[in-house]
């Protein structure tokens, strides 16, 4: 499975920014996409997660009612839109999968990740 993530950018706080992530390779139809973050200094975390085949969702406390995951099927791309962003939400923001039906959000239950892009957020 490749991904392939864009959507970073600089932004003041309060702006939203959407990021994508495509997928290709041999995903089948039983998996998750996820992203993750982190921050210059810290450790890898997670923000979001949506699982393809019953698209249920899972957030990160951080990010709950100001962050949402969507996915569109035919382009087997996930989005995360971000709104109200704060300047602690800056980070490189990675895409993730994993090849199974459940969420998990350690970084460790992920296999293929895409390549990060950044988030920056002014205050």
């Known amino acids: 499975v490749q991904l392939q993530a864009s959507g970073g950018g600089l932004v003041q706080t309060g702006g939203s920014l959407r990021l994508s992530c495509a997928a290709s390779g041999r995903t089948g139809s039983s998996y998750v996409l996820a992203w993750f973050r982190q921050a210059p200094g810290k450790e890898r975390e997670f923000v979001a997660a949506i699982s393809w085949r019953s698209s249920m969702t899972d957030y990160a406390d951080s990010v709950k009612g100001r962050f949402s995951i969507s996915r569109d099927n035919a382009k087997i791309t996930v989005y995360l839109q971000m709104n109200s962003l704060k300047p602690e939400d800056t980070a490189v923001y990675y895409c993730?999968?994993?090849?199974?039906?459940?969420?998990?959000?350690?970084?460790?239950?992920?296999?293929?990740w895409g390549q990060g892009t950044l988030v920056t957020v002014s205050s």
């Open positions: 993730a999968a994993r090849t199974a039906l459940s969420i998990v959000v350690t970084s460790q239950g992920y296999r293929y």
